[in-house]
């Protein structure tokens, strides 16, 4: 057997297998871990400098937390018309 054809058969050994992160308990203990480090990392850096938010102005927080979702909302709507003007039926639920 060449080493084309035990590569061939490989490929094909590997694209037959489930992927372990399509398993929901492997997605749910990644996405706690992502945040474990995510959270952790910032509370060290937090803990490093102290007054890093001291001079923050909290009217820019919240424009950007009312204008984010209303982003996505938005690039929704215009998803969910441009799938409707190619005829294309979608409930708007899915667009989000």
């Known amino acids: 057997m060449s080493a084309a054809a035990r590569l061939l058969a490989l490929t094909k050994l590997v694209a037959r297998r489930s992927s372990i992160i399509e398993r929901p ?26 007054t890093l938010f001291r001079d923050v102005d909290l009217s820019v927080w919240a424009l950007v937390l009312a204008c984010v979702p209303l982003t996505v909302i938005i690039n929704s709507c215009q998803f969910w018309l441009t799938a409707s003007l190619l005829h294309v039926t979608m409930p708007p639920a899915r667009a989000v």
């Open 25 to 50: 308990l492997v997605r749910r203990v990644g996405v706690l871990l992502a945040a474990v480090v995510f959270f952790g990392g910032l509370s060290l850096a937090l803990a490093a400098r102290p």
